[in-house]
């Protein structure tokens, strides 16, 4: 046990969470009889919580999100010395670590030129929607107002993302959902929805246009897609998707919006995710990987073409972008941002993210071979997932509550793993891996290893 805190040190913050704090996504009624877990400390892939156990981070601080890894110095203090220099000012005025990240941002996408900053992925997300709806107020009359979203994606916690989200158990409850968002088939080659062809990618692309015939091209603004749908199964588009996706925005004059929160800023071996397929897409949002989680930041990045579209008469008050987000002008964000990304680049984690990525879905597949349990393994980059079935043929789903009791498994022998979970009625059958970009080859095998058991345990 290397933790500092000592077990009885804690008791009384323990105390403290149980009577006071509420804890996202979490039934409180557990509580009654069980601790909340707290964790208290972190350093490089590895956390430790109040009772002193060790864990290895697979999911990168639970949701995909400390990229760098835990314990990074050199980013907190880079993030100190800016506090004490300027801690904040509006970002209707300029920063210099607001200027120098969005270069350095600019530069690793070739195509894209503004950045807007803001605190949260479903705030970056509720921007680009705004934006939408402003173009098609001042450009198209108002009718280009429609905003497409795909089935099993998620932008967002607030009810404007809520609107766009393909996952039905995250709406439920919450309506009614503000009009203007309409869903399009998700493309899932493993559950099929068009029968065993050779162009699938192609097809499920198609399903898109379908949808923008049916509802009107002149009343879609803007397609939102994740490149790799993360929270909704781990699907990686098969090929011939991006390309027909792409050719049909632009047949229609609508604009592509890709949302990275989760893939952006290295997770899948690139930069973004978009960039493995060759997407040139309008808004580019993210948010976890930018600062690993060091600072709150999130950003809005889009091309000159939208960019310009705002830049209008001065003389008419409503002609700019009229929105405004406090902490988008906390500094510590870029900051934190800058050095997050001079970690990438010096430390290669790039390739090392391509490298263990491709040993983490070797592992999974290896697995796939003893376990019958596992139906189908995807991702792309240190972004995996394996997807649990009872049975191969008919591809049943096993229970959501059997993909919770693998995930308790690993965590009780000190691997933390991720799973779907409350999004797709039925659907919440995956398994989920996002370690760190550092993480090492002994690392991904001791994750596996400890998948191998729990599905030993579960399943037998
Ligand atoms: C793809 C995607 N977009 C947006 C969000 C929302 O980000 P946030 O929780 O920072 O608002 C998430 C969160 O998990 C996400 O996975």
Redesign the pocket.
């Given at each position: 046990m290397n933790s500092l805190v000592q077990p009885n040190d804690i008791r009384d913050v323990i105390e403290a969470d149980r009577a006071h704090v509420w804890h996202h996504l979490t039934q409180h009624k557990t509580f009654e009889t069980v601790d909340p877990r707290i964790f208290v400390e972190g350093r490089g892939m590895r956390v430790w919580d109040a009772t002193g156990k060790e864990y290895l981070d697979a999911v990168s601080g639970g949701?995909w999100t400390v990229n760098v890894g835990f314990g990074r110095e050199s980013i907190a203090n880079a993030v100190r010395d800016q506090l004490v220099k300027l801690n904040y000012f509006a970002n209707s005025a300029g920063s210099i670590p607001g200027a120098l990240f969005a270069r350095k941002l600019i530069d690793k996408m070739p195509g894209m030129s503004r950045v807007y900053y803001s605190n949260?992925?479903?705030?970056a997300?509720e921007k680009v929607f705004k934006m939408v709806r402003q173009i098609a107020h001042r450009h198209y009359g108002g009718q280009k107002y429609k905003i497409l979203y795909r089935e099993r994606d998620?932008?967002?916690?607030t009810i404007g993302t809520l609107a766009a989200a393909g996952q039905p158990e995250r709406r439920e409850q919450y309506g009614p959902m503000p009009p203007g968002f309409v869903e399009v088939p998700h493309c899932l080659e493993y559950r099929g929805q068009y029968g065993d062809i050779a162009n699938y990618g192609e097809r499920a692309a198609q399903a898109i246009e379908d949808v923008i015939l049916r509802e009107g091209p002149e009343t879609i603004g803007a397609l939102c897609l994740?490149p790799i749908t993360?929270?909704g199964g781990v699907i990686v588009p098969p090929a011939g998707y991006w390309e027909t996706v792409q050719d049909i925005c632009r047949r229609y004059d609508i604009l592509l919006h890709i949302?990275e929160?989760?893939c952006g800023v290295g997770r899948t071996g690139k930069w973004f995710g978009y960039q493995n397929f060759g997407i040139e897409p309008d808004f580019v949002t993210m948010?976890?990987g930018v600062a690993s989680g060091y600072a709150a930041i999130?950003c809005t990045v889009t091309n000159e073409k939208v960019f310009n579209l705002f830049k209008d008469d001065p003389s008419d008050p409503l002609s700019f972008f009229r929105d405004i987000s406090t902490f988008g002008g906390c500094v510590a964000g870029p900051a934190a941002a800058l050095e997050n990304m001079r970690i990438i680049e010096d430390e290669n984690l790039l390739e090392n993210t391509t490298l263990m990525g491709e040993r983490l879905r070797a592992n999974l597949w290896e697995l796939q071979t003893r376990h019958e349990v596992i139906g189908d393994v995807r991702g792309a980059g240190l972004f995996c997932g394996a997807e649990l079935v009872s049975n191969r043929q008919t591809k049943e789903p096993v229970e959501e509550k059997q993909v919770q009791a693998v995930v308790a498994a690993c965590l009780a022998n000190g691997v933390i793993i991720g799973a779907t979970n409350r999004s797709l009625p039925g659907l919440n059958n995956t398994l989920c891996f996002s370690p760190a970009l550092i993480a090492s080859a002994s690392d991904i095998d001791e994750v596996t290893g400890a998948v191998d058991t729990a599905l030993t345990k579960v399943f037998g």
């Open positions: 949701v949260s992925g479903s705030e997300n998620y932008h967002g916690t994740e993360a929270g949302d929160v989760v948010a976890k999130s």
